[in-house]
């Protein structure tokens, strides 16, 4: 048995996206072992989740699970859907600063400085490594899900403005968390 259907969770029909505060965004991922197949029924799942609320890019921390990896699909097309384990960027230039969001903060965007053109390398479900560049919001997209892979949130990359304007959406996510866990 491939050693990562140890680390897949067995219920995933009940799997979800997390929201902000929860800790477990907050933790970095733990490395892939074996990048295989098994973790197909994850990603399936996560791109599931990701297609319903309109995402383009989700990661194993958003739902809770520990691992290094993310799936994509930024045309939201079906055959545009990749899944990257133990992505690393390899190299990163320009800038853009866009509006971003945050499928584990919903409902909330601000203006995030990124570069514009970077380069990943990556390992796909067959084990095999590949490199994808991608500029605007890909390059964005490849250095948001890398974030979250590192613990990383948007409320960290926020300016202060950005925080004061999102004081409120910050502060119900939290009182709805401290709701959902007192009950």
């Not at 097309?77 to 384990?85: H, P």
């Amino acid at each position: 048995m491939p050693r990562n259907t140890k680390i897949v969770p067995a219920d995933l029909a009940n799997l979800r996206i997390i929201h902000y505060p929860d800790s477990r965004l907050s933790r970095p991922s733990d490395t892939v072992a074996l990048p295989d197949e098994s973790l197909l029924p994850l990603a399936e799942r996560m791109f599931e989740l990701m297609s319903a609320v309109r995402g383009v890019g989700l990661a194993a921390p958003q739902v809770g699970v520990n691992l290094r990896f993310f799936v994509a699909g930024p045309v939201a097309q079906g055959d545009d859907r990749r899944v990257y384990v133990n992505p690393v960027i390899l190299s990163a230039e320009g800038r853009q600063e866009e509006e971003e969001g945050c499928l584990s903060f919903p409902g909330m965007t601000c203006r995030i400085k990124r570069y514009g053109i970077v380069t990943v390398a990556a390992y796909g479900l067959d084990g095999q490594i590949f490199q994808q560049t991608g500029q605007g919001l890909l390059a964005r997209l490849f250095q948001h899900e890398i974030d979250h892979l590192d613990g990383v949130l948007l409320v960290n990359r926020m300016g202060t403005l950005a925080r004061l304007a999102n004081r409120r959406a910050l502060k119900d996510l939290e009182e709805q968390f401290e709701g959902k866990s007192s009950a």
